[in-house]
């Protein structure tokens, strides 16, 4: 279903920012839907995003998530919430162009105990810590770029980073 309606946000940042959880929260707080695009491509696959990886490849996943995620915007009024590396592809960027886009930031101290870089990251597979490191040194700017608002979450409640970010927003809608 296309409704031509924009979202309400956007949510970027690497893994272990809290995309997902202050995504759900913020679209109660804005009493909005909530959509998270790596959810969706694992629900259409029927598969987890690691598992894609593993049998697909990288630029299969990827082609799922610039899919996923332009159909997403065009499509979903409420919080949308990228996976970590959709903002780094070209099309993507350019659908993100004019969107109200929250980078969560976060240092690799929280990202850890939030994400416990396990299998399930598959970026993040073999050494974890020097890995997101690295990620994140190569994402920074991209993220910055596209950010509407940059929201730091390293240890703070869910409720504080939501209360930023609908204040951010103008106290909602």
Known sequence: MVTGERPVVVLIGPPGSGKTTIG??????LDVAFHDTDAA????QGCSISDIFVLDG?????????AEVARAVEAHAGVV?????APMDAETQEVLDGQ???FLDVGIADAAK??????????????????????MNERRPTYERLA??????????????VAEIVSLLGGGQ
């Open 100 to 102: 109200v886009v929250v």
């Open 114 to 135: 939030r994400v416990g870089f396990d299998a399930s990251r598959p970026l993040l597979a073999i050494n974890p810590r020097a890995a997101w490191t690295k990620l």
């Open 24 to 29: 759900q929260a913020l679209a109660g707080a």
């Open 58 to 66: 990288e630029p299969t996943f990827r082609a799922l998530e610039r």
């Open 81 to 85: 919430a990228l996976g970590g590396g």
């Open 41 to 44: 491509i694992e629900a259409d």
């Open 148 to 161: 509407t608002h940059r929201v730091d979450t390293a240890g703070r409640e869910v409720d504080d980073v």
